[in-house]
């Protein structure tokens, strides 16, 4: 009997930034592929038209991902991605953004990917212990989704 799963993870590094560029949290954590993720990655395997993955989002809800998600629970930000690309050869998409200072300033314990900047579909989404994002500084996500 043949026996082949298919899966979809991620993890991502959290790096927070001072007004003067000097690491003052940094952090890898894991992240849940949701339903509607996955039904937008199987969605381009077939070729509908369904949009590309284009903005990362912070929020300050820290309720466990489940894999009905569609929303962060509490949106502070959400910004257009700087980069998303990757290698079929290595299975994995990355993704970058960065809020620059001012934007989703507060207590951030959440974050997610998704292909609109308002409403659209969400890949993923994370919880984590609170990153206290002063005004001045920057947060830095680089989101890793491996598909094996």
Sequence with gaps: MIEDKVNATG???????????NIKDERTVPNL???IG?????SRLTGVATAVMSHMAIGSNNVAPIAANTTLGVELARVALGTAGGAAS???V???ATFAAGVGTGAITEAG?????????ML????FGVVNKDVGDSLSIVWVV???
Excluded at 38 to 42: D, N, R
Excluded at 113 to 121: E, K, Q
Excluded at 124 to 127: G, N, P, S
């Design 11 to 21: 993890e991502l590094q959290i790096v927070l930034r001072d007004a003067e560029g």
């Design 33 to 35: 592929v949701v339903t």
């Design 38 to 42: 996955k039904t937008v990655i199987a």
């Design 90 to 92: 290595s299975n994995q």
């Design 94 to 96: 990355t993704f970058t």
């Design 113 to 121: 990917v998704l292909n609109a900047a308002t409403v659209g579909s």
């Design 124 to 127: 993923c989404r994370t919880v």
């Design 146 to 148: 491996t598909i094996n």
